[in-house]
């Protein structure tokens, strides 16, 4: 299977690779967003290390299933060969109502095929008020015209 764009990337192929990825997780689909990795990637998020889809599906219901109304910014960082690598946010609410948003940074290697072999992810929670929530759009993908990571201030 070839999940274009495939490497080495050059900056335009890699903002490409960065948005399909924020669109995949946006869609909070774990099946879905599995299928970008290889069938035995390795995972760092957090305090957990794991390998393969299986396991990615298990890791995704779970977060979901806690984190609502999610909402996710990707942002190029820097890239080079099959590497790249991303800052992101995110907001969600927990199930009795109080709203964070996630900061993080990403490291991903891929292999020849554009599929996600290894991803490291370093992510810290903020407790933020309703009111303060940046990241508002309908479920699914973040609409072309809503700012990004830089043009949030964030």
């Known amino acids: 299977m070839t999940r274009p764009p495939i490497p080495p990337f050059d900056e335009t192929s890699a903002r490409t690779k ?7 997780w946006n869609s909070r689909d774990p099946e879905r967003v599995s299928l ?20 990615i599906v298990e890791f995704l219901t779970r977060k979901w299933a806690r984190e609502l109304d999610y909402r996710l910014i ?10 790249i690598a991303v800052r992101f946010a995110y907001e969600y609410r927990d199930d009795a109502g ?15 095929e554009g599929l996600m072999r290894w991803r490291v ?21 973040r609409p072309d015209d809503h700012p990004g990571l830089t043009e949030l201030g964030l």
């Open 18 to 24: 960065v948005r399909l990825a924020e669109d995949g």
């Open 36 to 55: 970008a990795y290889t069938p035995d990637s390795r995972w760092r998020n957090r305090a957990e290390i794991f390998e393969g889809r299986a396991r």
């Open 74 to 83: 990707k942002e190029l960082w820097a890239w080079q060969g099959n590497r």
């Open 98 to 112: 109080n709203w964070f948003r996630a900061y993080g940074n990403e490291n991903w290697e891929f292999d020849g």
């Open 121 to 141: 992810a370093s992510i810290n929670d903020l407790p933020i008020a309703k009111a303060d929530r940046l990241m508002h759009w309908p479920d699914g993908p």
